[in-house]
């Protein structure tokens, strides 16, 4: 249940309302929010007077639900904005990990001739083995802050395990959480706290209620900004690294108000399915697109068979705008 409450309520009463429901407290400009447990189906008598309005809910899907919120939140970075009324499917670009000054010039370079301003690059990497790259850790931080304010880019780069989540709070602009650290509570109650937008892909094995969920963590942490990352669930299927999930897409897309940020790069696992795939994620009518790119993908320390050579990525660029405006968006 949400409880809305009547505005200069003190913030002793709103405390010890909060203790009384169980709830999480959301500070909104109009006055304090409670986010009861689900299980709540009627307002308390002890919190009548206090109370503006309420919503009851059917889940723990209650601050990301439509039925709450039927508007798709708006997600502002710092050179544009996705979800509410904006119609943009955000072209998310750049490789898998940031390797060296080189590499990460060579694609900025890129994304500047294709007008496409959002860069992403991994600089802490949750490998499945501890014998590979793990990632250039703060030092890479700090030279994709550099080549964000040398190419006019804005970036996106995520958080491995807690030890290091306000350093990639501190230095990107949009913080993705990865499909193993979306469990992780720790790192879902800083970026609760953090007043960035903040992707959080699926994991693998992750039901849509169970990834929502990890969403309504941030959210009922006070930050707003929360996009959703389908990147591929595991199912039978093993020529394909992944399977897209289009209809839990779908599912979302109906439920949930939150926008959403399509991944073909890690669900196919090879690079010659990713351009068909990425068309399709945009004719899906989302509101963003992750797509991983490397100078030489053969060379690549993570992700090496998925990410496309430039020229490809050229080439599936200019196939999307078409795809985009037949599904009244724009890509940007
Ligand atoms: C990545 O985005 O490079 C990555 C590691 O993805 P995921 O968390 O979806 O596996
Ligand atoms: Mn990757």
Redesign the pocket.
């Known amino acids: 249940m949400i409880l809305r409450l009547k505005p200069h309520i003190s913030e002793d009463i709103v405390l010890d309302l909060a203790r009384r429901t169980e709830s999480c407290v959301v500070q909104k400009p109009g006055g304090s929010w409670l986010i009861t447990p689900s299980k709540l189906k009627l307002v308390p008598e002890f919190c009548e007077s206090y109370v503006d309005s309420f919503w009851v809910a059917d889940s723990d899907i209650q601050l990301a639900a439509r039925s709450f919120e039927p508007e798709t939140a708006t997600i502002r970075t710092p050179l544009t904005q996705l979800g509410g009324d904006s119609s943009h499917t955000l072209l998310i670009a750049g490789p898998?990990?940031l390797e060296s000054r080189e590499q990460i010039e060579q694609t900025a370079g890129l994304l500047k001739e294709l007008n496409i301003s959002t860069l992403?690059a991994?600089c802490y990497?949750?490998?499945t083995s501890p014998y590979s790259f793990q990632g250039m850790g703060l030092e890479g931080l700090k030279l994709l802050a550099e080549i964000r304010g040398k190419y006019g880019l804005q970036i996106i780069t995520?958080v491995r395990d807690y030890s290091h989540v306000h350093e990639v709070i501190e230095y990107a602009d949009i913080i993705?959480?990865?499909?193993?650290?979306?469990y992780d509570q720790g790192i879902l109650r800083a970026c609760g706290k953090a007043r960035k937008p903040v992707l959080i892909?699926?994991?693998?094995g992750t039901t849509l209620q169970e990834f929502v969920q990890a969403a309504e963590f941030v959210l009922s942490g006070g930050n707003s900004q929360v996009m959703l990352?389908e990147?591929?669930i595991r199912t039978f299927e093993t020529k394909t690294r992944f399977t897209l999930d289009l209809c839990g897409v779908a599912w979302l897309k109906a439920y949930c108000n939150l926008p959403l940020v399509l991944?073909p790069?890690?669900a196919m696992g090879y690079a010659y399915g990713v351009p068909d795939l990425t068309r399709a994620c945009v004719a899906m009518g989302v509101d963003g697109l992750?797509i991983?790119v490397h100078p030489s993908p053969e060379k690549a320390l993570?992700?090496a068979a998925q990410q496309l050579d430039h020229d490809t990525f050229r080439t599936l660029k200019k196939s999307l705008s078409s795809i985009a405006e037949a599904v009244g968006r724009k890509i940007v």
């Open positions: 898998c990990s992403r991994g990497k949750p490998r995520e993705q959480v990865g499909a193993k650290a979306m892909k699926r994991g693998f990352c990147r591929g991944d790069s890690h992750l991983e993570s992700d």
